[in-house]
């Protein structure tokens, strides 16, 4: 009965990620998990995420639209970006437009939108370039000297520029555009940042629940391996996250491989999440450890909380959330591989008795 109740939700796990998996278009890839990134050389054509953080590095040939704590982008979306987030900072490239509502808004110097700027925000701070017009919503909005918006500016609340900032057309103060009205014709409040920060914990600590309750035993090991094994598992964590897509395109090569690669697709998005809950588990186990304490549920809250206000952190905070990571996703790699090996030497064995 217990084995049957366990299996019935690891099922459900399984059909939960898959279902965070779906693409929204036909055309864009999704992606979902604690922390989405579009490495820096890589390329993919539209994004749909949804996660903790989404940090694109490389390139987004099309849209990208993002629902996150936080929404960067250091490389270069072709098309338009829309993105609810905490907060959005643009220090690479859009070609097309962004429409966003956000706790602040960030267009950082040497940055640059094609196209028109529509943001509803707490804070707005311009030190980019817009190729359109800007509608601002926000109850400060900042044009710092390197800020050049070539078409009309349109603001509610507070307008700060400096010396050299450059507007191609006119400047008007719209008392409607309030962050209570929003600029895209419904009502945006400005949110806090720290709330989708909550809701990234809350997802997570439900995803990791399901793992504790479903398999208590195996998510204690787990957390036990990145402990006695930090290293081992950091480097089996890199090698799945490098080598799994590597062999998932080797797939597609032949027919038969195609739908096996689609299929291991979901299975490995479903995976790094996974294995980024598992390794914030890990962290609070350890944490834990230290004061004695010995609650599994309350070392998985611990743990997501503290990742969570590691990854604010400037610069370091996103070094180690990676680390925290590839501990988990090593881990749980490496147990899941442990597992299928004693699972086939269970069936192996009465054939050669």
Do not use: H
Not at 51 to 79: E, K, M, N, P
Not at 98 to 127: H, K, M, P, Q, Y
């Amino acid at each position: 009965m217990v084995r049957s109740r366990r299996a019935l939700l690891a099922a459900l796990l399984v059909v939960s990620l898959a279902l965070a998996t779906v693409p929204g278009t036909a055309v864009a890839e999704s992606r979902a998990g604690g922390t989405v990134v579009v490495a820096e050389g890589e390329t993919v054509d539209g994004l749909d995420a949804v996660g903790g953080t989404v940090v694109v590095r490389g390139t987004v040939d099309g849209d990208l639209s993002g629902f996150a704590g936080s929404v960067v982008v250091a490389g270069t979306v072709t098309g338009d970006v829309e993105a609810s987030a905490g907060n959005v900072q643009i220090s690479g490239t859009v070609g097309g437009d962004v429409d966003t509502a956000t706790g602040s808004f960030t267009l950082d110097r040497n940055a640059s939108i094609g196209g028109n700027l529509r943001v509803a925000a707490g804070s707005v701070r311009l030190e980019g370039s817009v190729g359109g017009f800007v509608e601002s919503a926000s109850d400060t909005t900042v044009l710092g000297p390197t800020a050049s918006i070539a078409g009309d500016l349109t603001y509610g609340g507070d307008l700060e520029r400096a010396d050299g900032a450059t507007v191609g057309g006119s400047v008007t103060k719209d008392e409607s555009l309030s962050v209570g009205v929003g600029v895209f014709g419904f009502s945006a409040p400005s949110i806090p940042g720290w709330t989708f920060a909550l809701y990234g914990v809350l997802v997570n600590f439900v995803v990791g629940a399901i793992i504790l309750y479903a398999a208590p035993g195996f998510a204690s090991s787990l957390a036990e391996r990145t402990r006695d094994a930090p290293l081992r598992s950091a480097g089996v964590g890199l090698l799945a996250l490098v080598g799994i897509p590597f062999a998932l395109a080797l797939l597609l090569v032949t027919v038969v491989g195609i739908p096996l690669s689609i299929f291991g697709l979901f299975a490995y998005v479903g995976l790094l999440w996974a294995g980024y809950v598992v390794g914030a588990y890990a962290l609070g186990s350890w944490l834990c450890s230290l004061a004695d304490l010995s609650t599994e549920y309350g070392a998985l809250a611990l743990g997501l909380v503290a990742v969570t206000a590691l990854s604010l952190v400037p610069w370091i905070g996103g070094v180690g959330e990676f680390v925290v990571f590839l501990l988990g996703l090593g881990a749980l790699s490496w147990g899941l591989y442990a597992a299928v090996r004693r699972w086939r030497g269970a069936e192996e064995t009465p054939a050669t008795a």
